[in-house]
T-cell receptor
Framework: DQQVKQNSPSLSVQEGRISILNCDYT??????FLWYKKYPAEGPTFLIS?????DKNEDGRFTVFLNKSAKHLSLHIVPSQPGDSAVYFC?????????????FGQGTTLQVKP | DGGITQSPKYLFRKEGQNVTLSCEQN?????MYWYRQDPGQGLRLIYY???????QKGDIAEGYSVSREKKESFPLTVTSAQKNPTAFYLC????????????FGQGTRLTVV
């Protein structure tokens, strides 16, 4: 049972435009959400996070939106740059066990064309 | 420099052999994790440890073993019982075991030959 889903395996965007990456989750107990960026053969690097008490968090070109009623979050990158081309993973944690372990989605490969 | 170090970066193993992947962190983090990445499947949790001398099975623990004798070290052994060991293995740590971002190492690519 996939608790965190990224239904778009890939996304292609023109440089300077907005990139929107989506993520859905099923467990209503999740209370902390993160986005990671990953290049091939490297470990993921943390991008931005959001707590369930917020509906928006912004850091420079990156903004994460959380819609708890829809169990949906999205990452907006504006403006997109060629260096943003990578695989993006959303992750969630929380719940009764609250072990801090992250549940990851399958990832979305973003390609930003010059 | 603080960080997480995984070694080796590439590892080849013959079928039927056990192999141990190293993970060391100098971030003074309490929690450590092992994930496995396969194409199209994201990252799946193998084992995690919230504190020294304690660890828990993740979603795909069969065929793996870990130890946490020191705070900074969390080695993963891939045993011969693991049916499909060829994968990219990622170690991570977080400051505490609750709602903090995890920092990842550079990964180890294990190939069974």
């Amino acid at each position: 049972d996939q608790q965190v889903k990224q239904n778009s395996p890939s996304l292609s965007v023109q440089e300077g435009r907005i990139s929107i990456l989506n993520c859905d989750y099923t467990n209503s107990m999740f209370d902390y959400f993160l986005w990671y960026k990953k290049y091939p053969a490297e470990g993921p690097t943390f991008l931005i996070s959001i707590s369930s008490i917020k509906d928006k968090n912004e850091d420079g070109r990156f903004t994460v939106f959380l819609n708890k009623s829809a169990k949906h979050l999205s990452l907006h990158i504006v403006p997109s740059q060629p260096g943003d081309s990578a695989v993006y993973f959303c992750a969630a944690s929380g719940g009764s066990s609250n072990t801090g372990k992250l549940i990851f989605g399958q990832g979305t490969t973003l390609q930003v064309k010059p | 420099d603080g960080g997480i170090t995984q070694s080796p970066k590439y590892l080849f193993r013959k079928e039927g052999q056990n192999v141990t992947l190293s993970c060391e962190q100098n971030l003074n983090h309490d929690a450590m994790y092992w994930y496995r990445q396969d194409p199209g499947q994201g990252l799946r949790l193998i084992y995690y440890s919230q504190i020294v001398n304690d660890f828990q099975k993740g979603d795909i623990a069969e065929g793996y073993s870990v130890s946490r004798e020191k705070k900074e070290s969390f080695p993963l052994t891939v045993t011969s019982a693991q049916k499909n060991p060829t994968a990219f293995y990622l170690c991570a740590s977080s400051r505490t075991a609750s709602n903090t971002e995890a920092f990842f190492g550079q990964g180890t690519r294990l190939t069974v030959v």
